[in-house]
């Protein structure tokens, strides 16, 4: 599990990517199954399971070291707001770049990916 990573103190990575579960909201079109799994509670839960990944991930990064958060779907709850959420956490991270690709704007699925930089000390 993810959420749990066997670190050594001295152990810290340069990068580190996360690519979370999520609700596939953005590969609807290839997956159209998911519609009836996405409930008001699977995307609380998926939310709660991403922060905590996302946590575990800048929790393992060196200072300067970067994250990149990214899921398959399109809804704010797991993309930005899970961002937002461990950045007001994690004063030592700075946001970098996000963006949010829908399907019907593009030539593919639709995502979210997000960039995280650890810095030297918190400001």
Same mark, same amino acid.
Do not use: M, W
């Given at each position: 599990?993810?959420?749990? $990573?066997? @670190? =050594?103190?001295?152990? +810290?990575?340069?990068?580190? @990517? ?11 079109? +290839?997956?159209? &199954?998911?519609r009836w799994r996405l409930s008001p509670e699977g ?5 709660? @399971?991403? =922060?905590? @990944? ?6 393992? $990064? =060196? &200072? ?10 399109? &809804?704010?709850? &797991? ?17 970098? =770049?996000?963006?949010r690709f829908l399907p019907h704007q593009s030539a593919g699925d639709g995502g979210y990916a997000a ?9």
């Open positions: 599990d993810a959420r749990h $990573l066997p @670190l =050594r103190v001295d152990a +810290r990575f340069d990068r580190v @990517l996360v690519d979370a579960p999520c609700s596939n909201t953005g590969v609807l079109s +290839r997956r159209p &199954e998911a995307l609380t839960e998926l939310a709660t @399971l991403q =922060r905590e @990944l996302l946590t575990a991930g800048v929790v393992a $990064l =060196r &200072e300067g070291g970067r994250a990149v958060y990214s899921t398959c779907s399109i &809804e704010p709850e &797991e993309n930005e707001q899970v961002v937002a959420k461990v950045l007001a956490e994690h004063p030592e991270l700075e946001l970098e =770049r996000e963006e960039v995280l930089l650890k810095r030297s000390h918190a400001t």
